[in-house]
C-alpha cells in the first residue's frame, strides 16, 4: 500500500501542497509543503478576480515542487487530495478549456443588485429551504448568471452545451484528468446556491430562475470518492478527494459526530457543527451545508462566518501600525490588565453571523484620555472572541446544544492569549490540536479513506492530538459585563451607511 497522501489546498491567497504520510501507528505526518501566492486582480471596488490558469499553474507548480524538495517518487502517493476556496465561479469552453473570463472570486460584491432583485422578487424563502443560504454575492449562482449575461454569446453557448461551470475543485479535477472528469462535491455543491441539499440535486427551479443551463453543471459525488486519475511525472494516482476548505477543516478535526464543531481562526472565523443526516435551518443568521464525507448521501453542517478575524490583527499590523507582526499582538495585549473600556467592533466589510448588516462599519468605543495602544491591540484581540461567542450563541438559539467544547485551527489559534480568552468568553474549554494544517488534513484523511489508507472515521478520530487545553477561569460576572458591553457596541456600530454610502 502506499502510504503517501498529496493534499492540494487551493486557497484565496495561495495555492499550497501539503505531503502527508500515513505512519504504522496511523497517524498522518507532514513531511513536506509548497506554497506559492496566487495574483489577486481587483478591476473595480468591490470587484475581485482570480486568473484560472495561473490558478492551475500554480497548484501543479507546488505539487511537483513538493515531491522534489521531499524526495519523494510521484509513484509512491497512494491519492490526491483537493480542498479548495469555496463559490469561486469558473466558465470555461468544452473543447478549447480556455475559460471564457477570470474567475470569480468568492468576495466579488458584483452581483449585490441582482441579489437585492432577487430578494425583491420574493426568492428568499425558496433559496433558504432549499439551499440552507441566504440570496448573497457571495454564493456561485449569480456570479455564473453574471458571466452568461455579460460575456458575449455565452448563454447561447452554454445552452448549446459547450460551456462548463465549476467551482475550482471541479476546474482542478477537469484539467488534472485532461478534460475527462466534469464533477465536484457535496460540500461545494451547496455552496454554489444552485444545489437541492434536501433532495441533494440540483434544483431546477433555481437554475430556471437563473437562466442558467443544466447541461454545464458537474456531477456531484461525495467528498471522499474516486474522481478520476492524474499523472504526475509519469505516475499515475487517483484524485480521491474534493471538499470545500470549511468542510474539509472539519472533517480534518474529527468532528464526525452530530453536536461536534471546530472555529477556524483565519482572516475570517468560521465556526462549523456537524448536524448528523438531520438538516436544520437556521433562523440566527446560520447557513445550512453538506458535510464532507464517503456516504452516498451527504450529513449536514450548520456554518456561522465572521467576515473579519484574524485579519483585524493585519490592520492593526499593516494600517495602524501598532506592531510589527501578527503574534507580538499576545505580548502587548497582556500588557494591560484589561481592556480598558475600550470595544472596538471590526465590522470593516459589514457583519456577518447573525447581523448579515452590510450597513455596519468599523467602530472604537470607549476611549479616554487614558486609552494605550495596548488597550486597541486587546480590544482587537477580544473583537474576534466576541464575535465567535456570538456564532456560538446563534448555533445554541438553533440546536439547543450548547458548546462543550470547541476544537480550534486556523493561523490565530496561535495566540495564546486569544484563545485564553475565547475559553473565557465561551465559558466551555478550547481545544487546540497538534497539527493545525486541519483543512489539509481532513483533506488527505478523505483522499486516503477512498484509497482505504485509514479503512473508517474510527481509525481516524484516534489521530487527533490534543495539543493545549485553554479551561475557562473568568467568572459569570466579568463575562456577562464583557459580553454586555460588546453587544452595546455592535448596535452602534449597525447600520452605519446610507445604502447610496455603500
Ligand atoms: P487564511 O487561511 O484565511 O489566509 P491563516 O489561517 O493563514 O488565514 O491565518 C492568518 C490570519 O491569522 C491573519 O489574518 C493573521 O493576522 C492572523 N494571525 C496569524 N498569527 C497570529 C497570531 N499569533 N495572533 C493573532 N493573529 C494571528
Known sequence: MKRYILALDQGTTSSRAILFQRCPSGEARMVG???????????????????????YASQTEVMIRVLRETGIAASEVGAIGITNQRETTIVWDKTTGRPIHNAIVWQCRRTAPQCEQMKADGCEPYIREN??????????????????DNIPGARERAYRGELLFGTVDTWLIWRLTGGKVHATDYTNASRTMLFNICTQSW???????????KYMLPDVYPSSHIFGTTV?????????????????????QACFDKGEGKNTYGTGCFLLMNLGKQMCLSSHGMLTSLSAGSDKRAGYVMEGSVFVGGAVVQWLRDELGLIDRAADSEFFAAQVPDNGGVVLVPAFTGLGTPYWDMYARGTLFG???????????RAALESIAYQSRDLADALLGDTGMPLTSLKVDGGASANQFLM????????????????RETTALGAAYLAGLAIGLWENTEDIRKQWVLETRFDPHMGGEEREQLLERWHRAVSRSREWLRQEEI
Open 33 to 55: 509543503c509548497a506554497q506559492k501566492e496566487l495574483t489577486q486582480i481587483y478591476p473595480q471596488a468591490g470587484w475581485v478576480e482570480h486568473d484560472a490558469e495561473e490558478i
Open 131 to 148: 439551499t440552507g443560504l441566504l440570496i448573497d454575492a457571495y454564493f456561485s449562482g449569480t456570479k455564473i448568471k453574471w458571466l452568461l
Open 203 to 213: 434544483d431546477e427551479n433555481i437554475l430556471y430562475e437563473l437562466d442558467i443551463p
Open 232 to 252: 504526475v511525472e509519469g505516475a499515475e494516482i487517483p484524485i480521491g478527494a474534493a471538499a470545500g476548505d470549511q468542510q474539509a477543516a472539519l472533517f480534518g
Open 367 to 377: 476611549l479616554t484620555r487614558g486609552t494605550g495602544r495596548n488597550h486597541i491591540i
Open 420 to 435: 485564553q480568552f475565547q475559553a473565557d468568553m465561551l465559558d466551555c474549554p478550547v481545544l487546540r490540536p497538534e497539527i
